[in-house]
């Protein structure tokens, strides 16, 4: 192992206990906002079973006349809380680790890009410990947006593989973050922008086999997002 590779998990290690610590103070066994009505008004979350309900690819076509149906990936991580026993404490502590798993992304993200240690360590810590992250982390109802992030950072650490490698396993992984994004909340249809974005001015290191593979990303990411309008078209409203 490299001394720059010891660097980096140290680095990806301080920015994921930190941001797990400034965070502890908002475990408590209490609902608040949001989750009296989308997780203590929710029967559907709270019978385990229903986790085979929560993952049947049909309701991708068909209606689940359940809250939240059009955030689907939010649903089954709910379920799998309440599978493993876990109650409100439990599902805040898989907020807290998703939020600090985020911030661990930030900071490889940033690397990648930037290609230093210490300004990608600054860019994962400020995610991770900025205020804004203070809802997210102690509203259970707001894993959407933590599953969001997750899922959508992870789309573009992979697409940025696929684009500079042109490796087919990245592209799928790409994708599959992609569709996981928007599954989780709505904001994840911003992705093929911002990857575009990124990749155009951001990304200053080209890659060698030219534009094509950033293309056939887009091409990829559009016809998802089409898949995704009809989806969701169906699933109007706050509740669902």
């Not at 689907?72 to 898989?94: E, F, Q």
């Not at 509203?139 to 042109?166: E, H, M």
């Not at 086999?209 to 969701?232: E, N």
């Amino acid at each position: 192992m490299t001394n720059t590779v010891k660097k980096l998990i140290s680095a990806a290690a301080a920015v994921y206990l930190i941001t797990i610590i400034v965070y502890l103070n908002s475990l408590s066994k209490d609902l608040v906002w949001d989750d009296a009505f989308f997780i203590a008004g929710n029967p559907f979350i709270s019978d385990c079973s229903n986790l085979k309900t929560a993952l049947n690819p049909v309701y991708l076509a068909r209606i689940l006349p359940v809250r939240m149906s059009a955030r689907p990936v939010v649903n089954a991580s709910l379920l799998l809380d309440v599978c493993s026993g876990a109650g409100p404490l439990g599902m805040k502590w898989t907020n807290i680790l998703l939020h600090a798993s985020n911030a661990v992304l930030v900071f490889t993200t940033a690397y990648i890009l930037a290609g230093g240690i210490v300004p990608a360590l600054l860019a994962g810590l400020l995610f991770g410990l900025h205020p804004a992250a203070a809802e997210p982390a102690a509203i259970i109802t707001f894993r959407s947006q933590l599953l969001c992030v997750f899922f959508y950072l992870s789309a573009l650490l992979t697409g940025i593989i696929y684009v500079r490698g042109k490796r087919l396993l990245f592209l799928a992984a790409s994708a599959a973050g992609f569709l996981g994004s928007v599954l989780s909340n709505e904001a994840g249809i911003t992705f093929p922008l911002v990857f575009a974005v990124l990749q155009l001015t951001a990304d200053r290191r080209p890659p060698e086999t030219g534009r094509r593979p950033l293309f056939v990303h887009l091409l990829v990411c559009v016809m998802l997002a089409s898949a995704y309008f009809w989806f969701r078209l169906a699933r109007g409203g706050y509740e669902i």
